[in-house]
């Protein structure tokens, strides 16, 4: 399966030489060995039932064209029971992954990929009919989820406490803010984020918009550019499709493709700016609004930076199937520089201001040599700006550019690359 952050490794050719990435595959999941992963639906008795029964099955999926993967999806039965009214399974129909540690968001990116196909697509909007929700969670119950917690109100978090969560919808709709995808951070009116109580139970597929709004009620905030694509579809019935979701320390980043289409295709659905919560308030502020193009005055409701990541949970809602298949997550994280043998370093480029934001100037080591070519590539390997080092200083504008980590290389020698940062 291609994965996004390998564009690093392909076009920063040298890069590990000068600088460690370490990539550590935290889950790698076909489907076939259930015992990976915590069955939520299996915490409780739900339906009919006299006696635990699990609401997921496990099968191999074909789409019209012949691409057939191992998919999970929800059993008929759960289908006819998926409400949120006593007697049913009352959104316990999800999954959760647990890591090994907690992930550090510090200057580390998870990188959670999976593919999705669907029996129907629905006009409403809303994906009742064939919702996938995935929430990282911050804060995951030491000793795991007991058997009946949905049923305890009194207990602090049973199910966690969400940090971001991404839902994908199967609507049919292509209007503004209604292509099927929405990201929120936390949820509830807790700072630290919660997943939803209703009807005198938990409900632990849900957490609400932080401050307790209703997911998708209205334009989506922070509003996303790429949110009013009036023409993006991202459910299909027909063929799988690949979704790739970049959680990043400061910006949360989904994309999309056919699952047989190379990388390159990679289609950006949507973006979330994070800046740190323990910034001052007026630069979280001008953060959110470079990026996404608001005029706020203060953060958003409850606004937070979460610090660490330490479980995944994947729920499935609807009358008609959605199936998932090939779940892979990826954690990068910079490692120890690691030592380049050279008889004799090169002088290192002048770069100023660093972090910058309209504009990068690059002073010649060596006046008067021949022009060396510049680069820039962003956290992701993917070359942003390329030209001449002409002038004893260069200058490059960044002005259009979003906030975040950055490389710049002059020329072709591994030493020549500095990081850089854009705010």
Do not use: C
């Not at 998926?82 to 990116?109: C, H, K, L, M």
């Amino acid at each position: 399966m291609a994965r996004l952050f390998y564009l690093l490794l392909t076009l920063i050719p040298g890069l590990l030489t000068a600088q460690s990435y370490q990539d550590t595959l935290l889950i790698d999941e076909n489907f076939s060995d259930t015992s990976a992963f915590t069955d939520l639906s299996r915490l409780l008795v739900w339906g009919d039932n006299t006696e635990v029964e699990s609401g997921f099955q496990y099968d191999s999926i074909e789409d019209s064209r012949g691409l057939t993967y191992q998919a999970i999806h929800m059993t008929p039965k759960a289908m006819e029971y998926a409400g949120y009214q006593p007697n049913t399974i009352r959104a316990s129909q999800a999954v959760d992954f647990r890591f090994p540690t907690p992930i550090s968001r510090e200057a580390d990116t998870l990188i959670i990929e999976f593919d999705a196909l669907w029996d129907a697509l629905n006009s409403p909007g809303w994906g009742e009919s064939g919702r996938i929700v995935v929430t990282l969670l911050h804060d995951y119950p030491e000793a795991g989820i007991p058997f009946g917690a949905i049923d305890d109100l009194s207990a602090e978090a049973p199910f966690g406490r969400p940090a971001y969560n991404m839902r994908l919808r199967n609507t049919e709709n292509t209007g503004a803010f209604q292509s099927g995808g929405l990201m929120l951070y936390g949820g509830g009116e807790d700072l630290e984020g919660e997943i939803e109580q209703a009807f005198g139970y938990w409900l632990p597929g849900f957490s609400s918009e932080a401050g307790g709004g209703t997911p998708g009620q209205g334009a989506p905030y922070p509003l996303s550019p790429t949110q009013k694509n009036e023409g993006l579809a991202l459910a299909s019935t027909t063929h799988w499709k690949h979704y790739t979701w970049v959680v990043a320390p400061e910006r949360l980043s989904f994309y999309q493709r056919d699952a047989l289409a190379p990388e390159s295709d990679n289609e950006l659905v949507m973006f979330m700016e994070t800046p740190r919560s323990d910034q001052f308030e007026g630069l979280i502020v001008d953060q959110l609004n470079e990026a996404h193009g608001t005029a706020i005055t203060e953060p958003p409701a409850l606004y937070h930076w979460f610090e660490q990541i330490e479980a995944l949970r994947l729920y499935f809602r609807g009358v008609d199937q959605a199936y998932l298949a090939n779940l892979e997550v990826h954690h990068r994280f910079e490692g120890e520089p690691v030592a380049v043998r050279s008889p004799a370093p090169s002088p290192q480029l002048k770069v100023f201001p660093n972090p910058a934001r309209s504009a990068l100037y690059v002073e010649q080591p060596h006046p008067g040599v021949a022009a060396a070519p510049l680069q820039l590539f962003n956290n992701f390997g993917q070359a942003v700006w390329q030209g001449q080092l002409q002038q004893p200083v260069q200058r490059i504008d960044i002005g259009h550019l979003p906030p975040g980590l950055y490389y710049l290389r002059a020329g072709s020698d591994t030493q020549q690359i500095q990081k850089i940062i854009i705010q």
